[in-house]
T-cell receptor, first 118, second 113 residues
Framework: GAVVSQHPSRVICKSGTSVKIECRSL??????MFWYRQFPKQSLMLMAT?????????EQGVEKDKFLINHASLTLSTLTVTSAHPEDSSFYIC??????????????FGPGTRLLVL | GQQLNQSPQSMFIQEGEDVSMNCTSS?????WLWYKQEPGEGPVLLIA?????ELTSNGRLTAQFGITRKDSFLNISASIPSDVGIYFC?????????????FGQGTELSVKP
């Protein structure tokens, strides 16, 4: 199956610093990638849609200046959590959407990044 | 935002038992996806469904796209301890907004050896 990687898998940072998380589709091109946040025992909460070559679109309530997204190539999207605070601690997961194959949509998820802000 | 109604929320079963979970929606969906997520990992795609009535298997897992296009179920036969995890349904509604998935709340499965 299609493989999506995330880096780093875990990061601990001090309050006020910025953290960059990378999401890569390893064996397919993804014009669209999605960034999610997940709290323990809960479902995935969509934060933003990352479109290659254009600005990301953010879900209601997600601060675009706080969570900077860059999708510079068909295989890489990055999420930067700026001026991180303890309440930003969470599990961040990306997904990548391959081009349609006969109209069949699907998405593949990365392994997630655990962020802890002290 | 919209969320699929997934049930049950949790299941505690004995190894060897069969498991069934389902998702329902108030609107029509074009695609149903079933994922499994283990602790500290991202969701892994198990089965994808694209046509009403479609029945697809992946090993001991079987999923169906409901005829009304408003529901889907996932069955696991002869469960084993490694089936433990959270199972999510996800779908793309007919009013597809750029591929954004709608998720169920998840079914947490525990298997007693």
């Amino acid at each position: 199956g299609a493989v999506v990687s995330q880096h780093p898998s875990r990061v601990i940072c001090k309050s006020g610093t910025s953290v960059k998380i990378e999401c890569r589709s390893l064996d397919f091109q993804a014009t669209t990638m999605f960034w999610y946040r997940q709290f323990p025992k809960q479902s995935l909460m969509l934060m933003a849609t990352s479109n290659e070559g254009s600005k990301a679109t953010y879900e209601q309530g997600v601060e675009k200046d706080k969570f900077l997204i860059n999708h510079a190539s068909l295989t890489l999207s990055t999420l930067t959590v700026t001026s991180a605070h303890p309440e930003d601690s969470s599990f961040y997961i990306c997904s990548a959407r391959p081009g349609l194959a006969g109209g069949r949509e699907t998405q593949y998820f990365g392994p997630g990044t655990r962020l802890l802000v002290l | 935002g919209q969320q699929l109604n997934q049930s049950p929320q949790s299941m505690f079963i004995q190894e060897g038992e069969d498991v069934s979970m389902n998702c329902t929606s108030s609107s029509i969906f074009n695609t149903w996806l079933w994922y499994k997520q283990e602790p500290g990992e991202g969701p892994v795609l198990l089965i994808a469904l694209y046509k009403a009535g479609e029945l697809t298997s992946n090993g001991r897992l079987t999923a169906q796209f409901g005829i009304t296009r408003k529901d889907s179920f996932l069955n696991i036969s002869a469960s084993i301890p490694s089936d433990v995890g959270i199972y999510f349904c996800a779908g793309l509604p007919s009013y597809n907004q750029g591929g954004k998935l709608i998720f169920g709340q998840g079914t947490e499965l525990s298997v007693k050896p």
